[in-house]
């Protein structure tokens, strides 16, 4: 039972709760971030470099055994070519730069709204011990 009593311990602890929180927000972020670039910036960016899609950029290694079925990294990769697929890390590193960038940002919002902490007061500073012995003397003598 000890362990089981320990597991719930840990499971339940307000950190645990908060970390799985934030791996499941960030799974969502990362879908709106691959869709803001898959669907908005990539045809934006590839228009003006000319080419209609990075994903589908890829230098050849080894040429297809069989035939491929359409354009694309995929169809070449599924009729055995070997290939360098370029594009798909320009499109991992634009997202990942997006995701970065994005963060920078939302940090930086929680920083600035996180409220500096006044400093706490100074407590008052007691008697020093001569001063309590002058005192203490003073009531004997009455």
């Known amino acids: 039972?000890?362990?089981i009593s320990e597991f719930k311990e840990f499971a339940v602890k307000g950190n645990m709760v908060d970390m799985a929180v934030g791996i499941i927000i960030g799974a969502a972020?990362?879908?709106v971030i691959k869709s803001l670039v898959d669907d908005i910036l990539m045809p934006v960016v590839s228009s003006l470099f000319?080419?209609?899609d990075f994903s589908n950029l890829f230098m050849v290694l080894?040429?297809?055994t069989g035939e491929v079925a359409g354009p694309g990294i995929e169809a070449f990769r599924e009729a055995g070519g070997v290939a360098l697929a370029y594009g798909l890390f320009i499109n991992a590193l634009i997202a990942f730069l997006l995701v970065a960038l994005a963060l920078f940002f939302?940090?930086?919002a929680m920083n600035k709204a996180k409220k500096e902490e006044p400093a706490p007061e100074p407590l008052p500073a007691g008697p020093t011990q001569e001063e309590l012995l002058a005192e203490i003397r003073d009531?004997?003598?009455k």
């Open 1 to 3: 039972m000890g362990m």
């Open 29 to 31: 972020f990362g879908t």
């Open 50 to 52: 000319g080419a209609p």
């Open 62 to 64: 080894k040429d297809a």
């Open 106 to 108: 939302v940090v930086k």
């Open 139 to 141: 009531l004997l003598k």
